[in-house]
């Protein structure tokens, strides 16, 4: 089974920055959309940010854009959430998420059930 792996997760003050990253077991992905979801406790799971399979398409949540920027590097099997101007309200759980839907396309879910395989997940705490 493909695993992912995360990592870059820990605890900064706010205007701070951080880099996520998520690799995975396999190139299995490396045709298919990625996001970063992240959760707090007692609320659902939040889409953060999306990438298609070639990075040429990609969309982020209103309350991230001009802060966060994903990426990928599929020869290296691993996405990536840059995260700057870091905030308090950005404290949460962040997971990286992959699918086997719309292979080579521009289509990137944006919804936790169209996501399959999923990272152990990394904390990030921002203090004000």
């Known amino acids: 089974q493909v695993q992912r792996v995360e990592s870059g997760g820990g605890w900064v003050q706010a205007g701070g920055s951080l880099r996520l990253s998520c690799t995975a077991s396999?190139?299995?992905?490396?045709?298919?959309?990625m996001a970063w979801f992240r959760q707090t406790p007692g609320k659902e799971r939040e889409v953060v940010a999306g990438i298609n399979w070639n990075g040429v398409r990609t969309y982020y949540a209103d309350s991230v854009k001009g802060r966060f920027t994903i990426s990928r590097d599929n020869a290296k099997n691993t996405e990536y959430l840059q995260m700057n101007s870091l905030k308090p309200e950005d404290t949460a759980v962040y997971y990286c998420?992959?699918?086997?839907?719309?292979?080579?396309?521009?289509?990137?879910?944006?919804?936790?059930?169209?996501?399959?395989?999923w990272g152990q997940g990394t904390p990030v705490t921002v203090s004000s």
């Open positions: 998420a992959a699918t086997f839907r719309g292979s080579l396309g521009y289509y990137v879910p944006a919804s936790t059930e169209e996501y399959n395989y």
């Open positions: 396999s190139p299995a992905f490396s045709n298919y959309p």
